[in-house]
């Protein structure tokens, strides 16, 4: 399984395939690729190189590669989540970047790989990326001014607080604790709290969480847990979130929203003691969907909330909406995953109990068939025993496929034991060659001489080798028309000897090349319906070559034929030999 799969699952990467948003995934220090969606690909466009093995520098065109490096180095080194990070490419013509990372941790604790999503910033975004710049230019000056130092100390709290945050919220790529750490968000304010509120799929509000940083308040608030849930009509929390799409900021009869929110005398009660400044509610979106709201509560005698609080209070909504949307998408993909695992050993149970099931009826009916072709049973005409010759031909034909069926459940489940062994590569061919030579005969097809070196010598089981170069063989002479051509040897290429099989046949379509190794796929299917089998020979094939650390592949053009080869390692004596 690759490294792709192995994170991302079948099911998981055919998603991410669909997103708008760019995402690659890469390995290692170096950065090597290991998996690009279609948007990332087009974003890259075709001046970069996006083959799976490749250093993700290869990707780009010199577009702020250094400091896209840098970044991912970083990342890389601290295990830090770097979010909407702009990449600047030097050219005022193209588009700048931003980029965010995720580093995802090997058993060690270690970061092993990373999660990267790009996506080019919209013009008013770059508008207001350069007034930021100039506006942190213009408070540099000021800085410098001995009666801005009160503002520096204040903005420099304030970074540091919403740095410290947004580690915090990314600290676990699990949903649970996503969400308990959106419930320990509060506005750096004394006596500040805070009431998170969920909107769930169909629509319902459910308050989350109530945090007070005051444990006698708190208390207070835990009492209200199970009784005090958002209504519609609210002033602040998810029912002000629905009815507005940015901010909304109660400073003025505080206590009259409170008590039209309370919705009975005892929570009224509650909330006064606990006490309530201003309210400042920002939704919480993923991907422009409302998912919940935060509302942050001052202090009872604190002063109204600023421009600069409801900023900061977007930035830390708009981190944990980002914390929050990476955990779901985490944990969707482990759901996938398990449900995809799930079904499958659903499915090698189902075959292998149906295939055991099936047996024993099926060699009854040969015995019975035999039986009656013998005269046991009374005199048989002739016609009566082309009949039985016939009913013993399908149910042998049955046989063959039920063992085909567990075979791939055997080799699908890794119960098939491996004699691996020094084996004459000369030698398996000969032994393929000679069960499937009278059907070479039969369909008079052109067949000269096995094109392999004696000295050849492979790693391999050999029953299992021969049933493979078998398997190619039978397929080779089933597509080819006769007076057609089938050609068969072996080389010795480095560490490794590669059978060959080629044939003059019907060929195969280019986009079934990787599909016909999926089990229950067949290469006529669709054109002259199903010659024998149920498409599993090639699975199991290329399952058991992968099982001996081989691998199977396959050439081919349509209407010309097609070139299977079987690579296996090669004797480390035969190597030593040259």
């Not at 840098?70 to 490419?89: E, K, S």
């Not at 909330?305 to 993909?333: C, F, N, P, W």
């Not at 002479?477 to 590669?498: E, H, L, M, Q, Y």
Request: aromatic letters at 4%.
């Amino acid at each position: 399984m690759s490294d792709a799969e192995s994170i991302l699952g079948g099911l998981f990467q055919r998603h991410m395939e669909q997103l708008t948003a760019a995402f690659a995934v890469t390995r290692g220090a170096d950065h090597t690729l290991i998996y690009a969606n279609a948007a990332f690909r087009l974003m890259v466009g075709s001046a970069g190189v996006t083959t799976p093995g490749r250093p993700l520098v290869q990707a780009f065109a010199g577009h702020g590669i250094g400091e896209l490096t840098d970044v991912l180095d970083g990342v890389f080194r601290t295990a830090v989540v770097v979010r909407d990070h702009r990449i600047d490419p030097g050219d005022a013509g193209t588009p700048a970047w931003c980029c965010s990372v995720w580093p995802e941790m090997n058993r060690d604790g270690r970061p092993e790989h990373l999660l990267i999503e790009l996506r080019e910033t919209a013009p008013a975004e770059r508008t207001m990326v350069l007034q930021r710049q100039v506006a942190e230019q213009m408070l540099m000056s000021a800085l410098r001014e001995r009666d801005a130092a009160d503002s520096a100390e204040e903005a420099n709290r304030r970074a540091t607080y919403l740095a410290a945050e947004g580690r915090r919220l990314a600290e676990s790529l699990d949903e649970q604790d996503t969400l308990n750490a959106l419930t320990r968000l509060a506005l750096p304010r004394r006596g500040a709290w805070c009431v998170v509120d969920i909107i769930e799929a169909e629509g319902k509000m459910r308050r989350l969480a109530m945090i007070h940083p005051d444990p006698e308040k708190q208390a207070l608030l835990r009492t209200l847990e199970t009784r005090w849930s958002p209504e519609p009509g609210d002033a602040f929390g998810a029912p002000a979130a629905l009815r507005h799409l940015g901010p909304t900021i109660i400073d003025d009869e505080i206590d009259a929203a409170l008590a039209a929110a309370a919705h009975d005398a005892e929570t009224l009660k509650v909330l006064r003691q606990v006490g309530a400044g201003s309210l400042l509610t920002v939704p919480l979106a993923i991907r422009d969907q409302l998912v919940g709201a935060i509302t942050f509560v001052s202090g009872q005698r604190d002063h109204a909330y600023t421009e600069q609080d409801v900023k900061l209070a977007e930035d830390l909504t708009i981190r944990s909406a980002m914390a929050l949307y990476s955990a779901r998408l985490h944990g969707e993909a482990l759901a996938l995953k398990a449900r995809a695992e799930e079904a499958s050993r659903a499915k090698t149970a189902f075959l292998g109990t149906m295939s055991h099931e099936l047996r024993t009826p099926l060699n009854a009916i040969g015995g019975y068939v035999d039986l009656l072709d013998m005269g046991l049973r009374g005199p048989v005409t002739d016609a009566q025993h082309v009949d039985l010759g016939r009913i013993r031909s399908n149910q042998q034909h049955l046989m063959g496929l039920i063992t085909d069926v567990l075979n791939l459940v055997r080799v699908g489940s890794g119960r098939v034991l491996y004699g691996i062994a020094d084996v004459p590569a000369f030698e398996i061919l000969e032994a393929a060659v000679a069960m499937v030579e009278p059907l070479i005969l039969q369909k008079t097809i052109i067949y000269d001489v096995i094109e392999c070196d004696i000295s050849i010598v492979a790693r391999a089981d050999r029953d299992k080798a021969v049933q493979i170069i078998v398997n190619l063989l039978s397929n080779a002479i089933k597509f080819t028309n006769p007076g057609g051509r089938v050609d068969i040897g072996c080389t010795a290429v480095g560490d490794s000897v590669r059978f060959h099989v080629a044939d003059t046949g019907i060929g195969i379509p280019g986009d079934k090349l990787e599909v016909i190794f999926e089990p229950f796929v067949q290469v006529k299917e669709g054109l002259a319906g199903r010659d024998g089998g149920v498409g599993l020979g090639l699975a199991i094939s290329r399952d058991l070559a992968r099982a001996m650390h081989g691998d199977l592949v396959v050439e081919s053009v349509l209407g010309e034929g097609s070139r299977f080869t079987l690579v296996l390692p090669r004797a480390e004596s035969a190597q030593t030999q040259e």
